[in-house]
């Protein structure tokens, strides 16, 4: 049975903490978790570009000189787009660059990245992340013995002091359990869970670690 290390606020190991089998084991397709990313970063994107058309851009519809009998090209309208100021051809315009995932296609590229972070021994289960008030050296600290270049913290329920300590510390990354994500995982190089936020992940696996896989 795997572990990974359980360590307190100064980052020294202080127990092991056992993971199931099933988790250990679970394979990453990274083939789903790539398309896990692309869905996130497409759906962070506004979609608001907006250009005139012709027949949006404001100008007088009269024609701008007789159609013949001038010696110049012929004219229909000021906004054509061969024209300054005039409308854009197949210019960009508002819309949602939502891609479709799936709820089992998500959860297995969570748990997935999330085992193989495991059996990379980038993960780490720290007893609370209880703080009497708030440190920024203290999460600045832990990060630099833990050797990880960015970090990525997870709590269950309310932490307003260690979230405190942590926003300004580069690099670093304070969330919710119920708010982590693909994205999350992938976008950092190590983890720090609360111990009762790991047995919470572990519960949630259990209940839709069959339908994930």
Request: charged share 25%.
């Amino acid at each position: 049975m795997a572990t990974i290390a359980k360590i307190n606020l100064a980052g020294e190991q202080t127990g092991d903490v056992s993971v199931s089998d099933a988790l250990a084991s679970f394979p990453c397709n990274h083939t789903v978790v790539h398309a896990a990313i692309v869905a996130h970063r497409a759906a962070q994107r506004r979609g608001t570009a907006s250009t005139l058309t012709k027949g949006t851009v404001d100008a007088t519809g009269r024609k701008p000189w007789p159609q013949k009998g001038t010696g110049r090209a012929r004219a229909g309208y000021r906004s054509s787009p061969l024209w300054r100021k005039g409308g854009v051809v197949f210019g960009p315009q508002p819309r949602s660059y939502d891609k479709k995932i799936n709820r089992k296609e998500r959860r297995t590229a969570f748990y997935g990245l999330l085992a193989e972070r495991i059996r990379t021994g980038v993960v780490r289960v720290i007893e609370s992340w209880q703080m009497e008030t708030p440190k920024t050296k203290t999460i600045a600290a832990l990060r630099t013995t833990l050797g990880m270049r960015s970090m990525l913290c997870l709590a269950s329920g309310e932490c307003t002091t260690a979230l405190k300590s942590a926003r300004n510390v580069p690099d670093v990354t304070f969330l919710d359990v119920n708010a982590v994500g693909v994205y999350e995982l992938a976008t950092h190089t190590g983890l720090v869970i609360a111990l009762d936020a790991w047995q919470r992940l572990e519960e949630r696996f259990s209940a839709a670690g069959a339908d994930a896989t």
